[in-house]
C-alpha cells in the first residue's frame, strides 16, 4: 500500500509498506478517505524531538480521518464492509483506575493512532483500528467533515474542562484549527466576548469569520495592551492554543485574578515557564487539557445537526505523491492554509 512516512526532520515520502493485519478478533481494517495533518504531526515533521522524546523516524503518523470498513474480525459486530466511519483515535484499556475514573484520555495503557512507537497511523492507504473506536456515518455528514471532527473534539473537551460561564470573557491565543474549533464552539454556547490572536493573517482572518469579537496578529500589534484596554478586568478564561512562549507569557498578564488559563497547545520544548509571582498573585489556575477524552461522538452530532459549521476549516486538500508540499505547506503556513489534508 501506499504510506507518507515522515523520514526524518522536514523530509515526508510516499513509500509503499505492507497492508496491516489485523491483530485480534475485534479489529477493523480501513481504508482511509480524508487524512487530517495536525499540529502534533508537524511537530514530528519541525523536530526530531518533541516534548524532551526523540522522534523514531521513519514514522506513521496520522490520527485525524475518515474512512472505509474493508475487513472486519469476526468479533467486530455491527460493521460491514463499504461502511464509512469516523475514528476516534485513542484506544484505551477499560480496567485501569484512570479508565474506571471515565478518564480515558489519560489511560494508563493508552494507545494512539500514529503515535510513533504505538500504532502506525492512517496517512496510508490502510490502517486498523478496534471496532469500539469507531463510529458509523450516515449521509448527513461528508468524509472531509468527519475528519474535522477529530480537531473539533479536542477543542470540545478543552471546552468542557474550562467550563465557562455565561458572560465570561475568553481569550484564545493562536487560532489554528484548534483555535477555530475553540471559537465556533464558545459561540455556540453564547458566549460572545472572544479575543482571538495568531501570528498568522490568514489565521486573524479565519478568527473573525469564526465569530471572535476581536482578533489581532501578535507580529503587528501589543495584543496585551489592545486587549486589556477593551478588557481592563482582564480575562477570565484564556486558552493557550498555539504552544508558544510567548503566548504562554501574554496569557499570565491577560487572565484576570482568579481566572483560569487552559493548555491546550502543546509545546515542543520539555520546558516552558510561567512568571510565576504574577500568577501566585492572581491566583490563577492553570487547566492541562489532553486529547480528547471520547468527545468525538458529541462533536459529531454537533456538526451533523448543523450547530457548528467546520467545513471552511478544510483549505487545503493535497495528494499522498504531494507529501513533502502538503507538510511544508501546514508547517510554513503558507498559502492561508487552515487545515490540510491528505486525499486517498
Ligand atoms: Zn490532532
Ligand atoms: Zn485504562
Known amino acids: 500500500m501506499k504510506a507518507v512516512l515522515l523520514t526524518g526532520p522536514r523530509q515526508a515520502q510516499l513509500q509503499q509498506k505492507p497492508e496491516p493485519e489485523l491483530p485480534d478478533k475485534d479489529w477493523v481494517l480501513l481504508r482511509t478517505r480524508v487524512a487530517g495533518i495536525c499540529?502534533?504531526?508537524?511537530?514530528?515533521?519541525?523536530?526530531?524531538?518533541?516534548?524532551?522524546?526523540?522522534?523514531?523516524?521513519?514514522?506513521?503518523?496520522?490520527?485525524?480521518?475518515?474512512?472505509?470498513?474493508?475487513?472486519?474480525?469476526?468479533?467486530?459486530?455491527?460493521?460491514?464492509?463499504?461502511?464509512?466511519?469516523?475514528?476516534?483515535?485513542?484506544?484505551?484499556?477499560?480496567?485501569?483506575?484512570?479508565?474506571?475514573?471515565?478518564?480515558f484520555n489519560t489511560c494508563r495503557k493508552i494507545k494512539f493512532l500514529g503515535h510513533p512507537g504505538e500504532l502506525d497511523g492512517c496517512f496510508a492507504e490502510y490502517f486498523v483500528m478496534p471496532a469500539r473506536n469507531l463510529i458509523k456515518l450516515d449521509s448527513s455528514l461528508t468524509p472531509e467533515e468527519a475528519m474535522l471532527a477529530e480537531p473539533l473534539s479536542i477543542a470540545l473537551h478543552a471546552l468542557n474542562l474550562a467550563a465557562p460561564g455565561s458572560g465570561d470573557r475568553v481569550g484564545v491565543l493562536g487560532t489554528g484549527p484548534i483555535g477555530l474549533s475553540l471559537i465556533l464552539l464558545l459561540r455556540q454556547r453564547g458566549l460572545s466576548s472572544i479575543f482571538a490572536t495568531d501570528?498568522?493573517?490568514?489565521?486573524?482572518?479565519?478568527?473573525?469569520?469564526?465569530?471572535?469579537?476581536?482578533?489581532?496578529?501578535?507580529?503587528?500589534?501589543?495584543?496585551?495592551?489592545?486587549?486589556?484596554?477593551?478588557?481592563?478586568?482582564?480575562?477570565?478564561?484564556?486558552?493557550?492554543?498555539?504552544?508558544?512562549?510567548?503566548?504562554?507569557?501574554?496569557s499570565v498578564a491577560l487572565v484576570k485574578p482568579g481566572g483560569r488559563i487552559i493548555q491546550v497547545g502543546i509545546p515542543v520544548p520539555e520546558r516552558i515557564s510561567y512568571q510565576i509571582a504574577r500568577l501566585r498573585r492572581k491566583e490563577v489556575a492553570i487547566i492541562n487539557s489532553r486529547r480528547q477524552n471520547r468527545c468525538l461522538e458529541p462533536a459529531l452530532e454537533l456538526i451533523k445537526n448543523r450547530k457548528v459549521e467546520v467545513g471552511w476549516l478544510l483549505?487545503?486538500?493535497?495528494?499522498?505523491?504531494?507529501?513533502?508540499?502538503?507538510?511544508?505547506?501546514?508547517?510554513?503556513?503558507?498559502?492561508?492554509?487552515?487545515?490540510?489534508?491528505?486525499i486517498f
Open 39 to 103: 499540529g502534533s504531526d508537524l511537530h514530528y515533521f519541525i523536530s526530531d524531538s518533541v516534548g524532551g522524546e526523540k522522534v523514531p523516524y521513519p514514522c506513521l503518523a496520522g490520527h485525524e480521518c475518515s474512512a472505509e470498513v474493508v475487513r472486519v474480525g469476526p468479533e467486530a459486530r455491527d460493521f460491514s464492509p463499504g461502511d464509512l466511519v469516523a475514528v476516534e483515535p485513542s484506544i484505551s484499556c477499560g480496567a485501569c483506575d484512570q479508565c474506571l475514573a471515565g478518564r
Open 199 to 250: 501570528r498568522s493573517e490568514a489565521r486573524v482572518k479565519a478568527a473573525l469569520r469564526a465569530g471572535a469579537a476581536w482578533a489581532a496578529s501578535v507580529e503587528q500589534e501589543d495584543i496585551v495592551r489592545e486587549i486589556l484596554s477593551r478588557q481592563p478586568l482582564g480575562l477570565d478564561l484564556v486558552f493557550e492554543a498555539s504552544g508558544d512562549q510567548e503566548a504562554i507569557d501574554q
Open 315 to 342: 483549505t487545503h486538500r493535497f495528494r499522498p505523491e504531494e507529501a513533502q508540499q502538503a507538510f511544508s505547506t501546514a508547517a510554513d503556513r503558507l498559502d492561508g492554509v487552515l487545515k490540510a489534508a491528505f
